[in-house]
């Protein structure tokens, strides 16, 4: 190595440990602590969104959850309230923009504040291309994407006029990777990661600190709730197997300490899990290699035909290729998740 390769060499490693340097005291800087703090989370009856609410329980916060399903709600609340949580349960369809006003006011009359805002909710749809129909798109747009917006919009002002806040926006691997027959799915998703770092960069200023998630697969038992057409018990079972493998899929309560922890340190972005971490990397240094892998496992998934255009729920897709020792895992996780509930 020549004097100029070591210059080179000492200015890169002197750059990055300066970088090391700033993240670790922005990281503090931007420490927060949930206790005492209202925290709204969407989709907050089920799966994630309720480990989400049991683990910030732990922390102090006080918690709304909101859902469509009022039964699936009201079990949520009562299972909270015995945990000891402050809870208020609020039945909602995000998707309607005037329900979310009503949300964040009735949120913020109750509790005086709305210090922190995960927006979780969100459905599956696993469809080959031939059966997505434009009602596909943009119901998913308006359940993953539109719900989050119509949110945010109400409660981002209250948030600057405060001066302080923190916004969770629950992506997807599948924001940042195409993933075969799940093209409305990540649509939505690809959208919830732009928008996301759009406004984080703008909110900054306001003491507004946006964080975007993308989870790998999570057992959290949702599958039974997901959308599948065409050969929907085909769909259903590869979409569960996966959702199974504990390489391929972490546990909801892993995923739920990962996101409390990133929304903590106000981390820009957090991939869960080292694999997913691991295909973003090559998706997005090695775009072609990562194309043809995609390709190739889009030709092994389940041909059109089956129920065609028509959808019916994982739970009501279940078959015996759906079931084995693997898979037993997020039906254990739906259980106590409160998953079990018949599909909206």
């Not at 926006?169 to 195409?178: A, D, L, P």
């Not at 775009?287 to 739970?315: N, Q």
């Amino acid at each position: 190595m020549n004097q100029s390769d070591k210059k080179n060499l000492a200015i890169a490693a002197a750059a990055g440990g300066a970088l090391l340097l700033a993240k670790a005291l922005f990281n503090r800087k931007r420490d927060y602590d949930f206790r005492g703090k209202t925290v709204l989370i969407t989709g907050g009856s089920r799966g994630l969104g309720l480990v989400l609410a049991r683990q910030l329980a732990e922390r102090g916060a006080r918690l709304v959850i909101c859902a469509r399903d009022g039964e699936e709600l009201r079990r949520a609340e009562r299972e909270l309230l015995e945990y000891g949580a402050t809870v208020l349960a609020v039945p909602c369809d995000l998707t309607d923009h005037h329900q979310a006003k009503q949300l964040t006011e009735r949120a913020i009359d109750h509790f005086g504040s709305i210090d922190v805002l995960v927006n979780n909710a969100g459905i599956i749809a696993v469809s080959p291309i031939e059966h997505v129909t434009m009602d596909d798109y943009h119901r998913v747009m308006d359940a993953n994407f539109w719900s989050a917006v119509n949110l945010a919009y109400h409660v981002v002002p209250h948030m600057q006029q405060r001066g302080s806040g923190r916004i969770v926006n629950i992506s997807s691997i599948g924001g940042k990777i195409g993933v075969p027959h799940l093209a409305a799915y990540c649509a939505s998703k690809f959208a919830m990661v732009g928008w996301s770092s759009a406004i984080r960069a703008e909110l900054m200023k306001d003491g507004i600190v946006v964080t975007t998630i993308c989870p790998d697969l999570m057992r959290t038992g949702s599958p039974r709730h997901g959308e599948f057409k065409g050969q929907n018990a085909l769909e259903y079972a590869w979409f569960k197997i996966s959702d199974s493998l504990p390489v391929l899929s972490v546990s909801a309560e892993h995923a739920a300490a990962d996101i409390i922890e990133a929304t903590r340190r106000g981390d820009a972005e957090f991939i869960i899990s080292a694999v997913a971490k691991l295909g973003v990397f090559v998706d997005q240094n090695f775009p072609d290699f990562s194309g043809e892998a995609l390709a190739l496992a889009g030709r092994l998934l389940p041909k059109p035909g089956g129920i065609g255009e028509a959808h019916v729920s994982g739970g009501q897709s279940e078959s015996e290729a759906a079931r084995s020792t693997w898979t037993a895992t997020p039906d254990r996780a739906a259980e106590r998740n409160n998953e079990m509930s018949p599909a909206y």
